[in-house]
């Protein structure tokens, strides 16, 4: 994919092009929509299998115009599962803490880049993620072979590829709004599918 194209060899839109549609769609949620999806996601997210019986869930806490995870995270917590949220590192890579409720995260401002709440406890190594036996990833969009549309910063095609290369197997779940579930994205080499889809209106899985 050539970087400063907004179309693919085929016409098709780019990742970068489809990043600011579906940001542009977010940012024209009101507070209130955005809190009545995150109760409903929180309340679908927490009857998933792969969720409930899960005893690590590596989670992280939503920004901006992001589906809700706040009430998920308290969910989790409060029912003794261990979960485990990312620190962002300089070379975007990711480090992990644990979420001991909302007086554990501390406002941590990156250059360059937004704020983001992140654990303030101690720091458990890129390689924590590896104890999850699910994973929610952060995402704009997933299609129906189920790969996902990141941010485009590669953190989580770094956790990815380190949970592949130790053949590790946790469960992949993206919480997307119901119009983020489309029919097809561009993928490349690197990209994995992910597992399953919770949006407000329900669960979608691709295996």
Do not use: I
């Not at 880049?113 to 390689?127: N, V």
């Not at 969009?141 to 197997?169: I, N």
């Amino acid at each position: 994919m050539n970087g400063t194209s907004d179309t693919e060899p085929e016409g098709q839109p780019t990742k970068r092009t489809l990043r600011r549609d579906f940001l542009a769609v977010r940012s024209g949620l009101t507070g209130d929509d955005a809190q009545k999806a995150a109760a409903v996601l929180a309340e679908r997210a927490l009857e998933l299998p792969e969720l409930a019986g899960a005893h690590t869930v590596a989670a992280y806490v939503s920004v901006g115009g992001e589906p809700g995870t706040r009430a998920l995270l308290d969910a989790l917590h409060a029912r003794g599962t261990r979960v485990l949220l990312p620190v962002l590192l300089p070379d975007n890579d990711l480090d992990w803490g644990g979420y001991e409720g909302p007086g554990s995260l501390a406002r941590v401002q990156h250059r360059g880049k937004m704020a983001l709440l992140e654990p303030s406890g101690a720091r458990l190594g890129p390689d924590a993620v590896l104890t999850a036996d699910a994973v929610l990833l952060p995402g704009l969009a997933v299609d129906t072979r189920g790969m996902r549309l990141g941010r485009g910063g590669g953190s989580y095609d770094r956790v990815l590829a380190r949970l592949e290369r130790a053949e590790a197997d946790p469960a992949l779940v993206v919480l997307l709004y119901d119009s983020e579930v489309v029919a097809h994205l561009p993928a490349e080499a690197h990209d994995r599918p992910v597992h399953a889809v919770v949006t407000p209106s329900g669960v979608r899985r691709f295996r």
